[in-house]
């Protein structure tokens, strides 16, 4: 008798590891895909009938799928921003914002958090901002159609929704 229970009791252990409810996540050999993951195989740039086209996300993380693309000097440019987060416009709002050489981008952060009412772009700055989506909530998508400048160098966009910019939603944009 006593050689029964021996035999029963790792059944019994292998049996109550195994219990469903004990398991907080099952896959079933299928992994489990990110939005990330999905963009991942997106191409972000490429060039149509001469034209470059740039598609770029933002996110509730505060990033862009993207920190740096490049596109000929004085060459038409098509991009188009989409908000993949899930949080209200209010809170959690993005844009894109191209800037020319001579702007600092913290400093044009910095103004564009005072600048509500007019989707956190600052006027001063309206003369040298080369291109700028509109703020953009849950789900949005802008696509702005802009000529890249003339003179070759990296050109800094950024979010200038508050704090966004210094989150890390920012890059380069290099014209060459």
Same mark, same amino acid.
């Given at each position: 008798m006593f050689k029964i229970y021996l035999w029963f009791l790792p059944v019994l252990f292998l049996?109550?590891?195994?219990?469903?409810?004990? &398991?907080?996540?099952?896959?079933n050999g299928i992994p489990e895909v990110s939005v990330s993951d999905l963009n991942?195989?997106?191409?972000p740039v490429s060039l &149509?009938?001469?034209?470059?086209?740039v598609e770029i996300t933002a996110d509730d993380k505060m990033r862009f799928n993207i920190e740096s693309f490049t596109v000929p000097v004085g060459g038409p440019v098509k991009l188009k921003l989409v908000n993949l987060g899930k949080m209200p416009k209010a809170t959690m709002g993005h844009n894109l914002v191209i800037l020319g050489l001579d702007?600092? &981008?913290?400093?044009?952060?910095?103004?564009?958090?005072?600048?509500?009412?007019?989707?956190?772009?600052?006027?001063?700055?309206?003369?040298?901002?080369?291109a700028a989506t509109k703020l953009l909530g849950p789900g949005q998508s802008d696509t702005i159609e802009f000529t890249a400048p003339e003179v070759a160098g990296d050109y800094n966009?950024?979010?200038?929704?508050?704090?966004?910019?210094?989150a890390g939603m920012r890059g380069v944009m290099t014209v060459e």
């Open positions: 049996l109550a590891c195994n219990d469903p409810s004990s &398991v907080e996540t099952a896959t991942a195989n997106i191409k &149509v009938n001469g034209v470059t086209v702007i600092n &981008v913290n400093t044009f952060a910095t103004d564009a958090a005072s600048s509500r009412d007019n989707d956190y772009i600052p006027l001063q700055y309206k003369m040298g901002i080369i966009f950024l979010c200038s929704f508050p704090a966004h910019t210094y």
